[in-house]
């Protein structure tokens, strides 16, 4: 089992920053990658970014050039620096995890408890 601590997030106007953090911890076998999506009402969750086990990082076109997702592997942590906000990015963020909890399981999934994030004009 994994746990995900998220902090950061609030309200911040449009054109700054935000960084969000997320701390994995709990007993697992295996990190395949770790991430941030976000979701407004309505709509469906949507990768915001992710960072694998052998360092490869994937963003959204959205967020694409101005945000870095970083990761310490001795914290079990995972950073998303987010700069340029827009009110579009507002949303609740939350942090994911896949991997594998032991040797013979399969894949497995866990999400933060969200975050939200709002950006005012």
């Known amino acids: 089992q994994v746990q995900l601590v998220e902090s950061g997030g609030g309200l911040v106007q449009a054109g700054g920053s935000l960084s969000l953090s997320c701390a994995a911890s709990g007993t697992f076998f295996r990190v395949v990658a770790m991430g941030w999506y976000r979701q407004v009402p309505g709509k469906e969750r949507e990768l915001v970014a992710e960072?694998?086990?052998?360092?490869?990082?994937k963003y959204a076109d959205s967020v694409e050039g101005r945000s870095t997702i970083s990761r310490d592997n001795a914290l079990n942590t995972v950073y998303l620096q987010m700069n340029g906000l827009k009110p579009e990015d507002t949303a609740v963020y939350y942090c994911?995890?896949?991997?594998?909890?032991?040797?013979?399981?399969?894949?497995?999934?866990?999400w933060g408890q969200g975050t939200p994030v709002t950006v005012s004009s």
């Open positions: 960072i694998n086990a052998g360092w490869g990082r």
């Open positions: 994911s995890w896949k991997g594998y909890d032991s040797p013979r399981s399969g894949p497995s999934d866990y």
